[in-house]
């Protein structure tokens, strides 16, 4: 398969019954564990300490659990995300109605240079094919005015892993090299590690980086 073939059948996986599947499972569990989704907070409190915000976009932004909480912090006008599922975006509007939340792939971002000042991802490049992830890097980097986050499966090496039975559709790298190699001009400015445990999140490893100024 090509390369930008095996994009579009993962953004069609997602963006259909796959994806639905995926909104109605963390739709559930959201009700169910209102108080555990709540722990997302103190993660971006300390990040919009941190950073300093104006505005913020979540690239893979699903039915807006890191969203709700950036909303509360920066103000829902100043929050946007994209997607590809329709459902998810929909349910992330029933939250975030001021919140600019627009169906679109990672690959092509339909926002200007430098739009925000915070740019980030969760648990969404380990979704892309390897051959994609210089494009998707490039485009978070592009709308980024000065910090990009992301959220991700690390291994030291590429590997896929099974996932719901579906072939090439999650991986582990080492995404905050990758962004490096790729993009030398990014400061790497703190990284951490969100262990599964009881919490809200699951062993994830995330870099900040920093846009030079101008
Ligand atoms: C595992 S979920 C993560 C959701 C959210 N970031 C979080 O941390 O709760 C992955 C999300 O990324 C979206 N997604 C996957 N590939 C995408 C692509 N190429 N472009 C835009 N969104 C994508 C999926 O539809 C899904 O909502």
Known sequence: MG?????????????????????????????????????????????????????????????????????????????????????ALQTAREHLPAADLRRAPARALPFADASFDLVFTTGVLIHQPPSELPTVMDEIVRVSRRHVLCGEYQAPDIEEVPYRGQEGALYRADYGRMYQERHPELTLIDQGFLPKGDGPWDDLTWWVFEKPAG
Do not use: M, T
């Not at 994009?7 to 169910?32: I, M, P, Q, S, T």
């Not at 564990?33 to 690239?59: C, H, K, S």
């Open 3 to 87: 390369e930008s073939e095996d994009a579009k059948r993962l953004e069609e996986l997602w963006a259909g019954e796959f994806g639905d599947d995926y909104v109605a499972r963390n739709d559930e569990y959201a009700a169910r564990n209102a108080e555990l989704q709540r722990g997302r907070l103190p993660f971006w409190q300390a990040r919009v300490e941190a950073l300093q915000p104006a505005n913020v976009l979540e690239i893979g932004c699903n039915v807006g659990g890191n969203l709700r909480w950036i909303a509360e912090l920066v103000g829902a006008e100043h929050v946007a995300g994209i997607d590809v599922n329709e459902g």
